[in-house]
């Protein structure tokens, strides 16, 4: 991974049964500053490949002295989660990349509504430190179950008050939150897919213009069927089991794709593809380019046909 960092994993908080959070300082150099919104993406060596997974800073962005990341056990983990959580303990080293950042708070909005579904509140948690550095006008709803990530839920009580909002095991009302609402009020969601498209539908519903809904819709790869993908200059074929990611299986080959999100929002990976029909799974492409088959976000996508040629 190029400009890695190499960090050591200072503290390790259990906030529920199923989140940690890690404190990772910097070993050999000062680390980057970041800005509210912003992921690492975490290198983990597993017993016969190595997961990458995108984290949110969920720390002050004027502290530098160290990261935060809360990460949450998935019950369907492809390994890297399940690493984060079994394998790594206080003092450990950990290889991450410099921060990015897709999901920046509009600093010209007069007000801020940030939705967030369970773990989605790590960026949030970084966007409250600006806020309140700047004295940004803001309210927070959050929805979660208290079993799985509502240990973030006591620390926000006591931190906002009255501008803080919980629904414990419960949806929001959309439709109410974004009503009568004055122009220059911007609205963020970070959750599930279906609390995103929800959310998305009240703001359309209301005629609110798109420039003022943002979301972060990073998704981890989910598996899928094998298939073969093939290398147009070289001939060699990579093959994609059901649990590796495109991206995963040609890192693994050594073939280096540029990368950020690793989620499929970022575009960074997009790839030509010359031959076959792709299975579109990213937020990046627009339904046009979909329909063309002629390329592929390959950090979550995958292929329709048994081999899928690529322009590499």
Request: with cysteine; proline share 5%; aromatic share 8%.
């Amino acid at each position: 991974m190029s400009g890695h960092i190499v960090v050591k994993v200072s503290a390790i908080d259990t906030i529920s049964p199923v989140v940690k959070q890690f404190t990772l300082e910097p070993c050999d150099r000062a680390l980057p500053r970041f800005s509210a919104g912003s992921h690492v993406v975490v290198s983990m060596p597993g017993q016969d490949r190595w997961y990458r997974n995108a984290y949110s800073l969920l720390g002050d962005p004027a502290d530098t002295s160290c990261y935060r990341i809360a990460v949450r056990r998935q019950e369907a983990s492809r390994g890297g989660s399940r690493f984060m959580h079994e394998d790594v303990a206080v003092g450990d080293h950990l290889s991450i990349s410099p921060p990015s950042n897709f999901f920046l708070p509009r600093w010209n909005a007069r007000h801020h509504i940030l939705i967030a579904g369970g773990i989605g509140i790590t960026p949030f948690l970084a966007y409250l430190h600006e806020f309140e550095r700047q004295g940004a006008s803001h309210e927070l709803h959050y929805s979660f179950r208290e079993d799985t990530t509502g240990g973030f839920s006591l620390e926000l009580q006591q931190r906002l008050g009255s501008s803080l909002h919980c629904y414990q095991g419960a949806r929001p009302d959309f439709h109410r939150i974004l009503a009568d609402r004055p122009l220059g009020t911007h609205v963020y969601i970070c959750g599930p897919q279906g609390m995103i498209d929800a959310v998305t539908r009240a703001a359309k519903d209301m005629d609110w213009a798109d420039t003022r809904v943002h979301y972060e819709a990073f998704a981890a790869p989910e598996s899928g069927t094998p298939f073969v993908a093939r290398l147009a200059a070289s001939g060699i074929d990579v093959t994609v089991d059901d649990e590796t990611s495109l991206l995963e299986a040609l890192e693994a080959q050594g073939v280096e794709v540029p990368n950020l999100c690793r989620g499929g929002v970022c575009g960074q990976c997009k790839t030509a593809v010359a031959e076959g029909r792709v299975e579109h799974r990213d937020a990046f492409l627009d339904d046009e380019e979909r329909k063309r088959h002629d390329c592929i976000m390959p950090c979550v996508s995958r292929s329709l046909t048994d081999t899928l040629v690529l322009d590499l």
